[in-house]
């Protein structure tokens, strides 16, 4: 296909306005690093949605770009009735925001650290101004209150994580943006969202886990997400010790809860490297299945999903799959005779089918189910 000169982008009206400036020479290499250029009718789009860009003058490996920099459109190019959705992965670690569709694809993406309040929430809310959103969704670290009318609805309650305890989150959210939110933990989200467009597509029962810094997971049980007194807290639950573990747990408040036993910063105090550094036959990684798969096996007997799926950065080691379904399979010992337990294991306990969008995909689907109720 033909690469369109500038002259002939502005022709086809690809941006609504604003400067043109010329990046210069760039290598290959280094065009691809900050650009992903599908054609759409002829002209090239940066993969953040904000530039239109035309690359003239190919010679020897190298382009010269122009860029077009413009007011966000996101129906450009698509029907009017797509819908605009704002998303916010809020992790501990960083905020992580985005712009897609009711049909789970993110058109745009940010991250900020997170810092402060005030410096965090300056970032996400100057990313969400004048883009148009419908609605908003949010999957926060926690713990939160996701209950509607209470007092607190809408805050971060009582996190260890400094600055943020007791912070009304949804309340900053509405003193800029007068749209419908949805809001709750992270791992509800990634739940719901692995529901709808991801591994569990088309399920009512689907559990996510995320093994990390910490260890959460949400539920989504006939269709709708677990709420109760709040919201599960399925990382603090206790776990027998393993017989050759004297490590003390990392857990502030149960030391040596799942969470304490088995989550990131666990890993790398008891074998004193970070869990990548570890071998993949290490022994490490026979333990930490040991502990992931006791909680599995109460949540196969207290909820009986019908998909589980692991994330997290702990989970990015392939290894602990079949570690964990055999662990599994060994702690209920036949009692739940079901193909999804015994020879069909490997299609039970899955990684995200959203991959690292699980948590920002999530967050679309929170907004996307609140402004259709």
Known sequence: MSQPDLNEAVRLGTYNSGKVSNIGMLTLGALVSLFVYPYVD????????????????????????????????????????????????????????GIGNEHGEVLERASFPTTTPAETMENVIAFFEGKGIEALGVGSFGPIDPIEGSDTYGYITTTPKPHWG??????????????????????????????????????????YITIGTGIGAGALVGGKLIHGLSHPEMGHILVRRHPEDTYEGTCPYHGDCLEGLAAGPALEKRWKVKGHEL????????????????????????????????GGGVMKQDQLFPLIRTKLQELLNGYVQHSSLTTDIEQYIVSPGLGDNAGLCGALALAKEKLNH
């Open 42 to 97: 002829g002209v090239i789009w940066s993969c953040e949605g904000l530039y239109t860009i035309a690359i003239r003058g190919l010679t020897s490996g190298t382009f010269q770009v122009n860029i077009v920099e413009r007011e966000p459109d996101y129906r450009k190019g698509t029907t009017a009735t797509m819908t605009v959705l704002g998303a916010i992965e809020a992790g501990g670690t960083k905020f992580v925001c």
């Open 166 to 207: 007791n912070y009304n989150l949804i309340g900053k959210l509405k003193e800029h943006f007068d749209v419908p939110m949805g809001f709750d933990t992270d791992v509800n989200g990634a739940a719901l969202g692995e529901s709808i467009w991801g591994a569990a597509k088309g399920l009512d029962n689907c559990l």
């Open 279 to 310: 071998s993949v036959d290490h022994p490490a990684w026979e333990m930490e299945a040991y502990y992931l798969a006791q909680a599995l096996m109460s949540y196969v007997l207290i909820l009986s999903p019908q998909k589980i799926i692991m």
